[in-house]
């Protein structure tokens, strides 16, 4: 099984900044890396596919990076609405699909 | 659009079965993948199975493995998930969720389902 670690665990950032949320694979995924975000109380909302590619309707201050092991979401200006947790997943193995720990964006 | 709308979730005594379903509309159903994704209250995401746009192939994690049953009838646009012998660490919410466009992400969920198994 292919094992995401996903960090920080919770993290805070003032409004207007950029918040750098990380993932990383226990073996290479190539590009096969899609993030979401969940709510409370919500279904996971696709951001992000193969690695950097938004999905319909996701505003551009979201944005994805990297290939293989290390992976990057990146949002360019935190807004109030970005408060969420945020999970990474790869589907390098579609048999076997497995998600990150999670990271909590909170605002500062 | 997209819609996928589960049913079936409950309060069930451990040791019994409970079938899951999920009602797609808004994309042609019989050609796209299907997962189960479970979220025990509290926690991470767990995905649960996977079965092919033709119910040709199915997948399962280990954690359920033996228990639990997906299958699909794209003549109804309704995904399924039968569970039996059901374990206190079983209670969560159920998501279905669509596979993506262009890999097998799951790029539409559900509202999801609550199932608590406790006696």
């Known amino acids: 099984e292919i094992v995401m670690t996903q960090s920080p665990a919770t993290l805070s950032v003032s409004p207007g900044e950029r918040a750098t949320l990380s993932c990383r694979a226990s073996?290479?995924?190539?590009?096969?890396l899609a993030w979401y975000q969940q709510k409370p109380g919500q279904a996971p909302r696709l951001l992000i596919y193969?690695?950097?590619t938004r999905a319909t309707g996701i505003p551009a201050r979201f944005s994805g990076s990297g290939s293989g092991t290390e992976f990057t979401l990146t949002i360019s200006s935190l807004q109030s609405e970005d408060c969420a947790v945020y999970y990474c997943?790869?589907?390098?193995?579609?048999?076997?699909?497995?998600f990150g720990g999670g990271t909590k964006v909170e605002i500062k | 659009q997209v819609q996928l709308v589960e049913s079936g979730g409950g309060v069930v005594q451990p040791g019994r079965s409970l079938r899951l379903s999920c009602a797609a509309s808004?994309?042609?159903?019989?050609?796209?993948?299907m997962h189960w994704v479970r979220q025990a209250p509290g926690k991470g995401l767990e995905w649960v199975a996977v079965?092919?746009?033709?119910?040709?192939?199915?997948y399962y994690a280990d954690s359920v493995k033996g228990r639990f049953t997906i299958s699909r009838d794209n003549s109804k646009n309704t995904l399924y998930l039968q569970m039996n012998s059901l374990r206190a660490e079983d209670t969560a919410v159920f998501y279905c969720?669509?596979?993506?466009?262009?890999?097998?992400?799951?790029?539409?969920w559900g509202q999801g389902t609550l199932v608590t198994v406790s006696s």
């Open positions: 969720a669509k596979e993506g466009g262009s890999g097998s992400y799951t790029g539409a």
């Open positions: 808004g994309f042609t159903f019989s050609s796209y993948g």
């Open positions: 079965i092919s746009y033709d119910g040709s192939s199915k």
């Open positions: 073996q290479s995924v190539s590009s096969n």
């Open positions: 193969g690695a950097s």
């Open positions: 997943q790869q589907y390098n193995n579609w048999l076997s699909l497995t």
